[in-house]
């Protein structure tokens, strides 16, 4: 079992060599498999998910892909058809198997993903050291770390999901430090709200270390006056929403929510059970009493988006979300503290709370490119613009997202079905 | 057959009394259901068109629930089933039957649901010689007509559809007037294009005459400079771009656009029919040879999205679009000539044209609430606010929409995938 | 509306010359088509299910195509696709649009399809005064008048089908005759057994008069001692087992069947409805009683092979109702006489009764071919053998087959699901 | 590897005492295992298969569920949620994790569950020990056995077909053996027929040793004179079909055959794959060149009636099969052999071959129960009695068939469209 207090991992920062992150970047993904069987590694819970195994093996492909293939020239891929197996979505790459059959792929083994892991590290730092301060080599490994961050999250999302479908509810890790962190919490804190006046500002990155392109251009946008709530809703509040008939009521949804609520018999957060009159929820430290104080988690864009309209609110747009994330500190409850679970707010009553970590805060902004914006050329560019249709935008990371990830500017991108993420709700108005 | 140049309608204005544009509009709808026999109007083609007995029923229906319920302080539907056969989606009022299935009903015949339109006619100008004037009364009236006109151009999409669907193509109307209105149209113009510089401006509509809410509230927007192309994309056009692979090139579509193209085995717009070496095309007037210089038509955001990519340009925001239109005439082809087929670009060289009529034009914009939008009260707040999700703008009107309902604010939304309705490209850059 | 007695049809005979029996055949077709509007004609209701209108159009081109083209050396078809649309299953004729979307068409119209059926109905009876006695045209022709009384017991149930969708359960007929035919029959009799020792005996046709092609060889089977019920189960007997618990008891059901209960979430026969404490059921007559006396029909194989077991019995063997067939008349309650519902059984308490007409009867012979089966020469050899997989045998006729239809040895077949046809249970132990 | 000729089983005779009898068939699962890693038993490639895990499991639980807890007073299960995840299909027991979701379980992982086996294994040997010799528990022992035997044979196809869906195509065994058991046969002897006059004969097991319900009661059936095919039909015909447009011509099928002709793209066997020119077979030593000797395997009873239809035969009745059977000896190529591939046909010139092991070979029998049959008592009634709807007798054994399973009275019965079991096809006329 993981035991999440003794192995909080110290955040990655920038100031370290590229070398160095490199490989602390890929150990963190190998700290996260460390109670996981091969069985776990390879069943694919749903076609939105993907086996660990595959995980491990196509964040490994892609630095073999887009670093050692062009900048290697003796390299030659020693298994040709894993360029078929672990290609996720690059048409200019080539043909990719199946994204919902990859779970019928018991082989390779996770052993030997592990090992080609092993030998393509030795290739990078090999390469690392002769070549490292190369600016084109250099960005192609910085995406590579920020997409095995991004992968790293959804390994998070992954086993939960299907570990959820096991009536056995396995668990991921020790829930020791889960009953730890939230006994002392119990009192929530009335919603308060930050208001902003009407203004025409910058939005997008500035461009000073790493950005994705689709953060990209700065431009100016005008956001009218608004307010922001201080805080994310709760497990408490959310749960006054379903009392009051909140998945029966079709005025409070939009359209295809409401199809939703109804094809797919939505009546709760994606993790709740209900056991009599007791609801519990499933963690990665398995099923558990629900933390009423924690902050809700797992819902859909429809759902939060309804228990919007329910509370007489309204999501914020991505522009106002950043808005008010400008003068705020992206510190939060990360990926490196090993919890993996949101935390209740517990800041001082002044200020906003919880804009960063803890839970992706659904925006009502649909996913769309900045004006101006251009997609990388090449394989790369179909990184991010060619998702930019029916997704809406989450802002700030999660409890499953790395410190050294999140930016005020990042913008995050689901489908408004989507609940499998840690995403959760900020109210506006 | 209908005639097509004989009785070209006269377009509806805002001078005429309510009563008289209540009577006019209703037999508009009367007119375009001419040439169809009986048989015609029961059958569903697909779960997103209905039947033509449905609109028909629906129409009135809406007259008899949102004006005669509660403006008749008498009145008592006489055909209590029909609240639930022909409501369409609004769950304040009660349960619908369901979309999908509204092919499965031979009855009410349509004889009998034009007496059911007779009937609620004459309760309806009853109303309006009592109580016309009354603002809320009157807002109603207005609303179902806009309603009406919706629900014509529908009717004229969806049996389109359904007659591409039968192998003997049957005409709806005489296509004389189609030959004879593009034959000196040989010779379009290469693209010009439109500037604007950046500036903050006011979107919206000003609240001065009717508007849906979905155009409110009047708001500030800031644009980028921007080029808008001086006339829509012409199927001359569209065919270089099937010419040059653009079906087969997956770099050049939206992700979820490519597994559309591969589902659905899109090789090209909806009703273009290949022959040997001959293209021919589904109109309201049969198949007939395409002719190169009209708008190309029938294509979804998908493609007009593709095909701007392919030319190197993109699609406009709708905000764009409005700011473009702002200086223009809401002229053009639209349904009252009666021809329902977009038309070659004949005007003068400078200038922008085609911006109203032929076709709706796609922009990049998402379907999305104008800052500080309120839906309308009650059941008719159902009308667009629930739908503002996975959809995109459509500007501008087409061929098959009255001239009397468009504005220079009209939001049109529908799905990217939707290519039934007369929908076209304008590129920008 | 149709009013059953005055109309009630005289058996056609085979001592009338084909030239009359092909006219009253054909005008039966016609006289079941009087209460219905055109739009009834055009629905499809379900992709077993066809339209009227296909009907009518299908039966007079496989006139057309299996008599005229061959026997008339001027004829050449007028209408080339209908050869398309009105083909059904015939690979060796050519291609067929597709079944399941035969209610895209509402062209050619109902109208249309009546002068069709004129004008082949004048070739077909020109042709047979001169021709009529060569074996070969007379067998197409006797061919042609079974399918068409084949397919006038489908209109019967499709368009009960149909109607039944609609939540205005409209009435193909007047319900006078329904009432006063079940009124003094309020006594069902006890099941008692029919007996018959085991033998070696001959079954299927004896090739004196007309058959088809899977009723031929005939050969010998054994057939071990049983007992056959004398008479159907009865509504009342069937509403007994939904009491039990029938339908929630898996132990009672085929696997395939408990699969079919649970995803359709059957809970009685296709057309019973249960209101408050009342159950309807929907007649041809529209909405009415059940009458607990009459037959139980329309009802799957799943259904009768679990009433079966419930009642501690079981399916008798297409050989063991054959058997007890031949010492029967084939009088019963036919289409002739234009009631359509079966009826209670009222025979004097000894014999064998209810084994001609009422409902089909469902054995628990998978349908086969016999052994040394031939299908005939050409597409006609399509007509049976081609669906001999996954089907059960039914024995008996309806109260929808015409009366000059059905034979002691005619087998009908049906998915082991199907359930709009008219089909009961009789046990056998 | 597994190396085939090294580990050959020596055949389990009835003579070993029950014990012992127990220890080898399970030890025989558990050398099927030797190389497979875990990640290989835990994912399922479709509905119809289960993971190797699962059947582990299953087995497993079987004997705990119907021997342990009824014969061992003091038993209680230690993992009662393996009731509901090992449960196959038995609803009298209780619940079941849906059966297309047994891929979704990660945990209990492959080492747990060879622990429970571990446990359960003593248990029943220590049971046996003290009361075998009781006829009632034997005769449980003895169906256990019977159904491990089942499951070995499922493990074989299963893991078979998870193998072939991976581009890898992983071996689950050596092929030396294979390669050099077919290198001397490549000369397929022409076709003879072996005769048989008509005759009322007796079918059906005689209930002296072991048999399932489905084979009883023994019974009279009549069976007219055929010829049937001496030795099963070779890839080498096989190919002839498929050279001859068998899979394009409609006019060969059964017509549900032909949709799944057309909607499935078959154009050959399961596991071929043309590359270039050549023809290659997945078997369970990976991808190889087809032995066109071998007799044809994993075909549908659709391929197998159209080859035969093609062939101016027809597949044989069971009871034709049976009949012929009754003089030969059951000896064949079974998975004793650890060859798991079926061998050309190498036996003399005269008498009847490959009647048992190398394929199941598929009947024109639809599966029935035999007249008067009944199924056992309890739960262990759900074992045949109810699958008895749209599945097709087959025959004889496969070489992944034990030896000590097979009977001439043996009935294995599989949905028409099923393809994944070792299933071939002979001729009778």
Not at 16 to 23: A, D, G, H, N
Not at 144 to 161: R, S
Not at 228 to 253: K, M, S
Not at 346 to 356: A, E, K, V
Request: aromatic residues 14%; charged residues 20%.
């Amino acid at each position: 079992m993981l035991e999440p207090t003794s192995i909080e991992s110290k955040p990655i920062t920038q100031t370290e060599s590229l070398s160095t992150r490199f490989q602390r970047v890929r150990q963190f993904t190998e700290q996260l498999c460390q109670t996981l069987e091969p069985e776990d590694c390879v069943v694919q819970s749903m076609p939105d998910a993907s086996p660990i195994r595959w995980h491990l093996a196509h964040t490994t492909w892609f630095f073999e892909t887009f670093l050692l293939v062009p900048f290697e020239p003796q390299y030659s891929p020693k298994h040709s058809e894993y360029a078929v197996l672990f290609n996720s979505y690059y048409n200019t790459i080539g043909q990719q198997f199946p994204r919902s059959q990859r779970g019928l792929l018991s082989r390779p083994t996770v052993a030997e993903v592990w090992k080609y892991r092993q030998r393509i590290d030795a290739l990078v730092i090999s390469l690392l050291e002769r070549l490292s301060g190369d600016p084109e080599l250099d960005a192609v490994v910085e995406l590579g770390l920020q997409h095995e961050q991004q992968h790293q999250e959804l390994m998070l999302t992954d086993i939960k999901h299907l570990f959820s479908c096991n009536p056995l509810f396995p668990a991921f890790q020790s829930s020791a430090d889960h009953v730890a962190a939230t006994r002392d919490t119990r009192d929530t804190h009335d919603m308060k709200w930050y208001s902003q006046t009407e203004q025409l500002s910058w939005f997008g990155h500035d461009c000073k270390g790493f950005c994705f392109d689709n953060e990209l251009p700065r431009h100016q946008h005008f956001v009218p006056s608004f307010q922001l709530a201080h805080r994310l809703v709760t497990n408490r509040e959310f749960l006054c929403f379903i009392q009051d008939g909140g998945y029966q009521r079709p005025e409070l949804w939009l359209s295809m929510g409401w199809h939703n609520v109804q094809d797919q018999r939505w009546k709760h957060p994606l993790y709740w059970h209900r056991q009599a009159d007791d609801w519990l929820e499933f963690t990665l430290s398995g099923l558990l009493p629900i933390d009423w104080d924690q902050p809700v988690c797992h819902v859909s864009y429809f759902e939060a988006d309804a228990y919007a309209r329910w509370a007489g609110c309204r999501l914020p747009t991505e522009f106002e979300w950043e808005l008010a994330a400008k003068k705020q500190s992206t510190s939060g409850n990360f990926a490196e503290s090993m919890r993996f679970q949101p935390i209740a707010d517990t800041g001082p009553s002044n200020g906003i709370h919880q804009m960063f970590g803890d839970t992706w805060e659904w925006t009502s902004s649909a996913y769309a490119a900045y004006p101006g914006y251009q997609p990388a050329a090449g394989a790369l560019g179909e990184y991010n613009g060619k998702f930019m249709c029916n997704q809406f935008v989450l802002r700030g990371g999660s409890c499953a997202t790395s410190a050294s990830h999140i930016r005020k500017t990042y913008r995050n991108f689901f489908p408004p079905d989507a609940r499998w993420q840690f995403s959760g709700i900020r109210l506006a108005q």
